[in-house]
């Protein structure tokens, strides 16, 4: 059979298995993907991956901390399944830009998909792909979960927001097609989504079971056209979304379980031949509604090729249990599964390797990165690329041009002015960590830029008592900056302190993620970020240093 290099170089070659070769719990075990306890690699995860045959692991901010140490994480992951006999991991991660990204320490940040799509040139797409790429892939990651194409059309919508490249959808296409072939072409896999969209719910379907009630005439302009586009771009895998479509399923059924939206749509009338993947299988959309294991059974029989078994490992085996038994007993056929899993296994063929197949990827040419090697692709393990100087000066280009007046035009503060910074001191984010700073970022950007500036920590929603501290303080100020990190609404304090400000001369909102809370002010921005580069971008755009 075909032989290509492990991914780590700690092993010579792999093997690509024969599906037809594979008994139910080994095509059952590269079907899933799971997650894994800890910031490295145990003798229990060890054990857990070579009993169920385990085809791909997903990170997140509870495994990750740094670029180097989720390269020993991943490369412990990947050794132990070449230990184990196992065809090499499918290492997934979610590292979309913006504060959507799980690694956040030594890493590049450059702004929101939003901010990109904002410029309106999809060389800018192109860019951010290509840095978010190399440095997952320094990491040991070959699976990147962007770029979202769905289309923010709905304001309120509380999940995407930022996330999203806009509300138009040949942009939100344009866009993601660029960003698609930037990816792939560093020796990433890129995964569109969530299909068939998720940008005009008002639910979370994290939380909730969405619906979007549009007819198929609208889904077709709206909705399914940044998909297509992406995947003519040769978008390598899509993940689902736990949306309910009736005007494709009108049996109710969300688009993860519904043979009409992921094999009749998807696999026959558009003709994606790539991989498909759910949702995490532990949102509440699903396991509220149909339990993770008949889920994970349904998803499969629906068209899906690998079923996301999030959670801890008893709840994981217990989908690779329920999906093995349903290959032996014939309620999945063998011949579907077998076809999925040549999907993963192409994947893997495809893009676990230490350089591109002929035609995947451009050789560099004089003054190549030093990380890259001769054929182009960073190796895993490689961090030094990982907010490399290089990086860095992209980072601050996207960052700056992805500072966007929201009402009228962009303000300007004077040398010298004294500007009070409201802020959280502290992102909380109800599913993640958060590392940024805004509000000590924001504060040393000013002054850097010629500023006297303070800062004063709102918190995420200030009670009425320190909003009144807040504005009684502002006084003594010429400008004050009232920010905020929300994606969709404005939270009650932060309202009340904006109102207490507007008969300040000097009020000015701050989004520092998408521009949908500060709508309505006379006076207001958005950054499209909160990290450190796009406070500093932020700063160069009001006071006009180092600007165009």
Not at 14 to 26: G, K
Not at 33 to 44: H, L, N, S, W
Not at 108 to 126: C, E, K, N, V
Not at 318 to 340: F, K, N, Q, V
Request: proline content about 8%; hydrophobic content about 45%.
């Amino acid at each position: 059979m075909q032989t290509t290099a492990h991914p780590a170089g700690f092993a010579r070659e792999w093997r690509v298995p024969d599906p037809a070769e594979m008994t139910p719990e080994q095509l059952a075990g590269q079907m899933v993907q799971i997650q894994v306890p800890g910031r490295a690699c145990t003798p229990e995860t060890a054990a857990f991956l070579a009993r169920y045959r385990v085809g791909s692991v997903i990170l997140f901010s509870g495994n990750v901390a740094t670029p180097a140490q989720a390269a020993a994480f991943t490369r412990g992951l990947q050794e132990a399944a070449a230990a184990a006999g196992l065809p090499p991991l499918l290492l997934a991660i979610d590292q979309e830009g913006g504060a959507a990204s799980v690694v956040q320490q030594g890493v590049s940040h450059p702004p929101f998909l939003m901010g990109i799509g904002a410029t309106g040139d999809a060389r800018s797409a192109a860019a951010a792909g290509r840095v978010l790429a190399r440095e997952v892939r320094a990491m040991g990651f070959h699976w990147l979960f962007a770029p979202v194409l769905d289309v923010n059309c709905n304001p309120a919508n509380p999940v995407i927001g930022p996330r999203s490249f806009g509300s138009d959808p040949d942009l939100v296409g344009r866009m993601g097609a660029a960003f698609v072939r930037a990816v792939q072409a560093e020796g990433v896999l890129a995964c569109g989504k969530h299909f068939p969209g998720h940008g005009d719910t008002s639910l979370d379907s994290h939380l909730d079971l969405p619906s979007l009630p549009h007819g198929r005439e609208r889904l077709e302009a709206v909705e399914l056209k940044p998909f297509r586009m992406a995947i003519e771009a040769g978008l390598g895998s899509l993940m689902t979304a736990h949306v309910v479509f009736p005007a494709i399923e009108p049996e109710g059924v969300p688009a993860t379980l519904s043979r009409r939206v992921l094999t009749d749509l998807l696999r026959d009338e558009m003709g994606y031949d790539g991989l498909l993947i759910t949702d995490s299988m532990v949102m509440h959309a699903i396991k509220e509604h149909y339990g993770t294991a008949e889920a994970a059974v349904r998803a499969v029989l629906a068209g899906a090729d690998m079923v996301m078994a999030l959670g801890d490992l008893d709840r994981a085996a217990t989908t690779l249990e329920a999906l093995a038994a349903a290959i032996a007993h014939g309620t999945i056929p063998r011949e579907r599964a077998e076809a999925s899993v040549r999907r993963v296994l192409a994947a893997k063929d495809r893009f676990l390797r230490p350089r591109p197949p002929a035609g995947d990827a451009a050789q560099p040419g004089a003054g190549a990165e030093p990380h890259r090697n001769a054929a182009g692709w960073v190796q895993p393990g490689d961090v030094a690329v990982c907010d490399s100087p290089e990086h860095r000066a992209v980072v601050a280009d996207l960052c700056l041009a992805a500072v966007r007046p929201v009402c009228g035009e962009l303000p300007r503060l004077k040398p010298g002015e004294r500007v009070l910074v409201l802020a959280p001191e502290r992102v909380e984010r109800p599913m993640s960590l958060d590392f940024s700073a805004p509000l000590a970022d924001l504060v040393e950007a000013l002054r850097s830029c010629g500023v006297r500036a303070d800062g004063r920590d709102t918190g995420m929603d200030p009670d009425p008592q320190r909003a009144a501290a807040l504005v009684r303080g502002a006084a003594a100020y010429d400008a004050v900056l009232v920010c905020c990190t929300e994606k969709a609404e404005l939270p009650g304090g932060i309202r009340m302190l904006a109102d207490r400000l507007a008969g300040h001369p000097g009020r000015i909102l701050v989004s520092l993620g998408s521009p949908y809370p500060v709508a309505g002010y006379p006076v207001a921005v958005c950054s499209h970020g909160r990290f450190r580069p796009s406070c500093e971008a932020l700063a160069r755009a009001l006071t006009g240093v180092g600007a165009p």
